[in-house]
């Protein structure tokens, strides 16, 4: 296991002088906006300055597919409820969106079959594990995880009704399209990586199965699972559909209703409980808001009622979390008062 890569913070001090550019990490306190859009946009820059030289991390070596990503690519995005977009870097850089598609299909479920009916089924509380550990599900009687962990994950996607694979995929596809604001497409190289090396999440699919814990055929859930974590998308893709749960459910650069604001307050909720894998805790300690990252190297950051973060870099901690999207989260959660947990403005952190 890694060390978390926010414990220390020596390389990168709070204040001082980073390169070219002048740090001020005191936490703000927002009045329930964002800056206006320059202030913003000049944060957004900082923070892809101040981390863009961060080397730590690793690859994902879970699917040979990811093993080949250029490990220099960074990008951030920006978007809030009134529909701004402010980036930096790579944020156009597509990648494949691997675990933050989770939140998004447990919304899915929800609105589909109910927030408590998802609740019961598939669990909502941290394992305090690695994301693909079958520990979890062993030790409840019922297999039952969270949605922010494969096993939680796989049951979700039972959820989703169709006849066949092919039906209940096109459900899951429409609704991912409908939070990004545009219809995502397959990264095929990745899917069939996936595909190939995919024994671990097959095997917990059959765990949850013969303890009633999934709906349908484990094959079927499992397919569904590893097509929605193959999609393409961008930073920006990801800061459009984290501020459409900002928004209480609507999109807020389509002006789409995508789900009732009570589904994303209980996705948001789920988020915060482990969206971050076993680090979780420490995410919120540091970062104060809701955030789901991938092994594609992609974290999605919420700030209700104001917008979210997308962000992207490959290189992961030793939890499968990107090393310089946590950096960032950090440093724009204090510099934009994007902290909700913040209740006054703290002096700078020396």
């Known amino acids: 296991m890694g060390t978390h890569p926010l414990q220390g913070w020596c390389a990168h001090p709070l204040t001082g002088t980073v390169g070219d550019v002048t740090t001020d990490a005191r936490r703000h306190v927002s009045p329930g906006r964002l800056p206006a859009t320059p202030t913003t946009q000049d944060r957004v820059t900082e923070a892809h300055?101040?981390?863009?030289?961060?080397?730590?991390?690793?690859?994902?070596?879970?699917?040979?597919?990811?093993?080949t990503v250029d490990p220099g690519l960074f990008g951030l995005s920006v978007v809030t409820t009134t529909g701004d977009v402010i980036s930096a870097g790579d944020a156009q850089t597509p990648f494949t969106i691997m675990s933050v598609a989770k939140p998004f299909v447990f919304a899915l479920a929800c609105e589909l079959r109910g927030i408590e009916s998802?609740?019961?089924?598939?669990?909502?509380?941290?394992?305090?594990?690695?994301?693909?550990?079958?520990?979890?599900?062993e030790r409840d009687q019922r297999g039952r995880t969270n949605p922010m962990v494969n096993a939680g994950a796989i049951a979700t996607a039972s959820l989703v009704p169709g006849d066949g694979v092919e039906a209940r995929w096109e459900v899951v596809h429409d609704a991912l399209s409908r939070f990004a604001g545009r219809r995502l497409e397959l990264d095929h190289d990745t899917l069939a990586s996936a595909r190939a090396t995919n024994h671990r999440n097959r095997g917990l699919a059959n765990m949850l199965a013969a303890v009633g814990a999934l709906e349908?055929?484990?094959?079927?859930?499992?397919?569904?699972?590893?097509?929605q974590s193959c999609l393409s998308v961008t930073a920006t893709?990801?800061?459009?559909?984290?501020?459409?749960l900002a928004?209480?459910?609507?999109?807020?650069?389509?002006?789409?209703?995508?789900?009732?604001?009570?589904?994303?307050?209980?996705?948001?909720?789920?988020?915060?409980?482990?969206?971050?894998?076993?680090t979780s805790g420490d995410w919120l300690?540091?970062?104060?808001?809701?955030?789901?990252?991938?092994?594609?190297?992609?974290?999605?950051t919420?700030?209700?009622?104001?917008?979210?973060?997308?962000?992207?870099?490959?290189?992961?901690?030793?939890?499968?979390?990107?090393?310089?999207?946590?950096?960032?989260?950090?440093?724009?959660?204090?510099?934009?008062?994007?902290?909700?947990?913040?209740?006054?403005?703290?002096?700078?952190?020396?």
């Open 49 to 67: 300055e101040l981390f863009r030289s961060e080397s730590s991390g690793a690859l994902s070596g879970t699917y040979p597919a990811l093993a």
């Open 118 to 137: 998802v609740r019961r089924f598939v669990g909502v509380n941290a394992t305090g594990m690695a994301f693909d550990s079958t520990v979890p599900v």
């Open 216 to 227: 349908g055929e484990a094959a079927d859930a499992v397919e569904v699972y590893t097509r």
């Open 237 to 244: 893709d990801l800061a459009v559909m984290g501020a459409a």
């Open 247 to 278: 928004d209480g459910g609507t999109n807020p650069v389509t002006g789409q209703r995508v789900v009732d604001p009570e589904t994303a307050h209980a996705t948001l909720a789920v988020m915060a409980i482990a969206g971050m894998y076993e």
């Open 285 to 300: 300690f540091d970062i104060g808001m809701p955030g789901k990252s991938g092994i594609g190297g992609g974290i999605v």
């Open 302 to 350: 919420v700030s209700p009622g104001k917008g979210a973060l997308g962000t992207f870099s490959p290189l992961l901690d030793g939890a499968g979390n990107s090393v310089r999207g946590q950096l960032a989260a950090r440093h724009l959660a204090r510099r934009l008062g994007l902290d909700i947990l913040a209740s006054e403005e703290s002096p700078p952190v020396r």
